[in-house]
């Protein structure tokens, strides 16, 4: 394979000024003055790589899948560079024939050679230097690795031990390295994540601290004066800058040869520019452009320091991890939860911007839990009191604020929260919300909340080698981190339920969770057809329609659009009788006088279907009316009153309205039709008499 490789790239130097458009477009001029880079503008995003489903696969475009497609690079003549975390911990590359093939590694450990010979553990950020040689941050070796072009791994430093010391070689030590960077001297540049510091590895081997401290923190200063809190990405400018994708500051930080560290962009006491940082990318003039985990966009930063959203602000990246500069100013962005490369370049005239398909697939494999519950006895029984995209409310009196984004199983408070599959942690921010009532552990594809993570009732460590429990100067518990990379077994302990007396399980990641119903858990059962309470109609101003003629509804045809608001819940197999749930999905027809479909209704049209939540903010107050919910979790009688002439479903949002005036005078049925997962249906109370006239 590298022999091969090797003569290919022999013969593409030679004829590189004629290849070097072929992987993104033919035809497209080559440059010899490089442009300004274009400020403000939006992406058209193509998929050049992934379906959507984690797996272990080789081809072209659609025909590849990835298990955890996170670093990207690449070169001079367009060869791609991939780093393929998850379970295939490997190291991929594209070639001018559009196809992948593994470069080097392909399984999880340690350990150098040639191609299939290395071992990789977790691989995230890669950079390459002016020799073709790529370098690795190795994350769960907590090493650094170099590749040659021909697929010779060696470890440049590390000794696969999480640590902190500088020094030589494998003498030196690294804690869950994410990113790497490389100068024009060869120098390699090392985001020691878990550290909290900027490492570099000299031309000789050297490893040495340019920057933070032995905290994380937010600090600008000289060398150790500074502070960094998760740093995960690398990139170094022209000007041999080094900038730094600061994710838990919510930062971009520079640092100069020097160690003088400084912040360009996020201020501590200022207004949130940007929303987790993870990886970014800088133009020789300057521009950078940043991809966000927290709000899945890829957004441009001019020198004069304005943020614009490149994409993403319409449909979110899963978790974009990885991106790389191409040669024409055009973007390679690694969806590592969305399991696809895209290639981002201006939208053309007439191109319609952020029009593709992105996240993870809905055919993507569920995390096999084999009817596991989170909770003991994990084959047993346990009781529902929460399913997707039921409404919830807030604190603060908000009863429509968000929808429910998985599914909760009561617990006693301090009761053990077990994982119910194998995973492997992803996230380079996997726990959240230390002490508050949503404080939670990511695990892959899944999401355990409402518990003390790694600890257990009484605030002791569960298990310090995989939860590392960070505590202030005076003693106090302010965070708790779980590596990336970090393996959990079916049964593990993950933490103790808090105060909210439930688990909340979430598949997928933000914006793209899936009902968790479908995992299937042992003795689970649901035989209760759901309940109609109350069919209504309401005007435009929210008044709802209440005259009657002959027993039937009274509606004018020229009163405008209508809103069609029923009010249904849903129970299963076991609950408490209080017990109300959502519905999985609903939706309507219109019968005529002879109680038969108008045409276009001749079967029921599903408006609100909760398979994927849709990620848009308001989602809650276009599939729920006012009156739904609750503001607290379980403090009152949860109240569910679905618009079903707006749109919630597939992940996409509308809003839409019954109209009077398209129909004739007479007599109607509105039939509603109301599902819970288990396909059972409403059968009482399912209909409204109305006359239009």
């Known amino acids: 394979m590298g022999r091969k490789r090797w003569g290919m790239a022999v013969a593409v130097l030679t004829a590189v000024a004629l290849a070097a458009s072929y992987l993104w477009e033919r035809g497209t001029p080559h440059e010899t003055d490089v442009p300004a880079t274009p400020l403000g503008w939006r992406a058209q995003i193509a998929l050049l790589a992934g379906d959507g489903i984690a797996g272990d696969r080789l081809g072209s475009g659609a025909q590849s899948r990835f298990s955890d497609p996170w670093g990207l690079a690449i070169d001079a003549g367009g060869t791609l560079y991939v780093a393929d975390a998850g379970d295939n911990n490997r190291i991929l590359y594209r070639w001018l024939d559009g196809d992948f093939h593994v470069l080097a590694g ?257 055919d993507n494999p569920l995390p096999r839990n084999e009817g596991r519950w989170p909770l003991a006895p994990q084959l047993d029984w346990h009781e529902v009191v929460g399913t997707l995209g039921e409404v919830r409310g807030t604190f603060r009196g908000e009863s429509r604020h968000h929808l429910h984004s998985g599914f909760d199983i009561r617990g006693d408070v301090g009761q053990t929260v077990r994982a119910i599959a194998a995973a492997k942690v992803s996230s380079p921010l996997a726990t959240w919300s230390l002490g508050g009532q949503a404080e939670g552990l990511s695990l892959d594809m899944l999401d355990y909340i409402h518990m003390k993570v790694g600890r257990d009732a009484g605030n ?75 069919i209504a109609l309401l005007d435009a101003t929210g008044r709802r329609l209440d005259a009657r003629r002959d027993g039937r509804l009274a509606v004018p045809r020229d009163g405008g659009g209508l809103q069609l608001v029923v009010e249904a819940w849903d129970q299963v197999d076991g609950n408490l009788p209080r017990r109300r749930l959502g519905l999985y999905a609903l939706g309507y027809q219109i019968l005529d006088g002879q109680g038969q479909p108008l045409p276009g209704y001749e079967q029921p049209r599903m408006t609100i279907e909760f398979n994927r939540m849709p990620p848009q903010p308001d989602a809650a107050k276009v599939a729920y009316a006012e009156d739904s919910g609750i503001t607290v979790h379980g403090s009152a009688r949860t109240r569910f009153r679905y618009v079903l002439t707006n749109t919630v479903r597939d992940g996409t949002l509308a809003s839409g309205t019954l109209e009077p005036s398209l129909l004739a005078p007479g007599n109607y049925t509105l039939r509603i039709t109301a599902r819970d997962f288990s396909g059972n249906e409403a059968v009482a109370g399912r209909e409204l008499a109305v006359t239009v006239f």
């Open 106 to 362: 392909g399984r999880e450990g340690f350990a150098d050679g040639v191609g299939g010979e290395a071992a990789f553990h977790t691989p995230s950020g890669i950079a390459l230097d002016r020799h073709g040689n790529l370098y690795v941050a190795d994350t769960g070796n907590h090493a650094i690795r170099k590749v040659t072009p021909q697929g010779e791994v060696s470890t440049l430093a590390g000794d696969g031990v999480a640590g902190f010391a500088d020094g030589v070689g494998r003498h030196a030590r690294f804690d869950g390295p994410m990113g790497v960077a490389v100068d024009a001297q060869v120098r390699v540049y090392v985001a020691d994540t878990w550290n909290d510091r900027i490492r570099v590895i000299e031309s000789d081997g050297r490893v040495w601290t340019l920057a933070g401290g032995d905290h994380p923190g937010w600090a600008d200063g000289q060398a150790g004066e500074a502070r960094f809190d998760t740093p995960t990405d690398l990139a170094v400018d022209g000007n041999g800058t080094l900038w730094v994708a600061d994710l838990r500051n919510d930062a971009v930080r520079t640092v100069t040869r020097g160690g003088r560290v400084a912040t360009p962009l996020g201020r501590p006491d200022g207004a949130r520019a940007l929303w987790g940082p993870m990886t970014l990318a800088v133009t020789h003039d300057g521009v950078v452009y940043v991809a966000e985990r927290s709000s899945g966009r890829v957004v441009q930063v001019s020198p004069a320091g304005h943020v614009v959203a490149v994409a993403g602000d319409v449909q979110r990246f899963a978790r974009p991890s990885g991106l790389a500069l191409a040669a024409d100013g055009s973007l390679l962005l690694g969806d590592a939860d969305g399991y696809r490369i895209h290639h981002l370049r201006p939208a053309a005239s007439g191109d319609l911007a952020d029009a593709a398909v992105v996240g993870p697939s809905m």
């Open 460 to 534: 002791r460590p569960l298990d310090p080698a995989r939860f590392q429990l960070l505590r202030d100067g005076d003693g106090r518990l302010e965070r708790v981190r779980v590596r990336r990379g970090t393996r959990f077994m079916p049964g593990d302990a993950l933490g103790s339920i808090n105060n909210q007396a439930h688990v909340h399980l979430a598949v997928g990641p933000s914006g793209y969770e899936r009902n968790a119903v479908r995992l299937g858990f042992a003795h689970y059962a649901d035989r209760v057809p759901p309940r109609i309470d109350d």
